[in-house]
C-alpha cells in the first residue's frame, strides 16, 4: 500500500522559508515522477512542482518559479521542497503526489499523501 507522509508546514511570516518533506513507502519510490501540489482555501488544487525519478529533471509552476526548489532522496526514500520568499498567497494544504505535474490531475494511478498545511501571515 503506497504512503506518503509530509510534515514541516506552520505558520510563518511573509519573506520567511519553509522546508517540506514528503516520506514515502509501500512503492518502490525510485521508479516514481513525484509532484508537490498545494490547496488554498476556496481554491482548486494546482500542482507547483515536479521532479523526475532520478532527480535529473524539474518542472515549476510559474507561481513557485524562482522561489520553491523541489529535491529528493532516493536512498531515503524523501521528496523534499525548500520554499524561500513566502508570500500570504502561498498559504494552502501542501500535498506530495505520486505523478508528473498536471498528469496527476488526470491519472486514476496518483496517490496523495494526507498533506501539511502552510501558512504566511504577519
Known amino acids: 500500500e503506497v504512503h506518503l507522509v509530509e510534515s514541516g508546514g506552520g505558520l510563518v511570516q511573509p519573506g520567511g522559508s519553509l522546508r517540506l518533506s514528503c516520506v514515502a513507502s509501500g512503492f518502490n519510490f525510485g521508479r516514481y515522477d513525484m509532484t508537490w501540489a498545494r490547496q488554498a482555501p476556496g481554491k482548486g488544487p494546482e500542482w507547483i512542482s515536479a521532479?523526475?525519478?532520478?532527480?535529473?529533471?524539474?518542472k515549476y509552476a510559474d507561481s513557485v518559479k524562482g522561489r520553491f526548489t523541489i529535491s529528493r532522496d532516493n536512498a531515503k526514500n524523501t521528496l523534499y521542497q525548500q520554499m524561500n520568499s513566502l508570500r500570504p498567497e502561498d498559504t494552502a494544504m501542501y500535498y506530495c503526489?505520486?505523478?508528473?505535474?498536471?498528469?496527476?490531475?488526470?491519472?486514476?494511478?496518483?496517490?496523495w499523501g494526507q498533506g501539511t498545511r502552510v501558512s504566511v501571515s504577519s
Open positions: 503526489v505520486t505523478g508528473w505535474a498536471d498528469a496527476i490531475f488526470y491519472s486514476t494511478g496518483a496517490d
Open positions: 521532479i523526475n525519478r532520478d532527480g535529473t529533471n524539474t
